[in-house]
Nanobody, 124 residues
Framework: VQLQASGGGLVQAGGSLRLSCAAS????????VGWFRQAPGKEREFVAT????????YYADSVKGRFAISADNAKNTVRLQMNSLKPEDTAVYYC??????????????????WGQGTQVTVSS
């Protein structure tokens, strides 16, 4: 499966962005799809994940209540709505997909497919 991430950009603190991860080659409906991010000089970290089969979601504590992940199985797209953005959210955001429903959804090493990153920059 090929993943295409989009929607990044520059936004002021408190603003919103919506990232999209579109899949081609396979349907998302049985996949776990997650977003991870990597800030300059830091390790890549988990942000949010959705199990597309049943809609279960998982969030990092740092984004709970501000970010929302959703899946549109008909369009083979997963979106990450990011609200109340903070400068510390600045990073390259990556989407990833894994076909094994029972994989650990927050462990990036469990994911077999990765898209290219999209830059999110939040100015103070």
């Amino acid at each position: 499966v090929q993943l295409q991430a989009s929607g990044g950009g520059l936004v002021q603190a408190g603003g919103s962005l919506r990232l999209s991860c579109a899949a081609s080659g396979r349907t998302f409906s049985d996949y776990i799809v997650g977003w991870f991010r990597q800030a300059p000089g830091k390790e890549r970290e988990f942000v949010a994940t959705i199990r597309c089969r049943d809609g279960r979601t998982y969030y990092a504590d740092s984004v709970k209540g501000r970010f929302a992940i959703s899946a549109d199985n008909a369009k083979n797209t997963v979106r990450l709505q990011m609200n109340s953005l903070k400068p510390e959210d600045t990073a390259v955001y990556y989407c990833a997909a894994e076909p094994n429903y029972y994989s650990d959804p927050i462990n990036q090493h469990e994911y077999n497919y990765w898209g290219q990153g999209t830059q999110v920059t939040v100015s103070s």
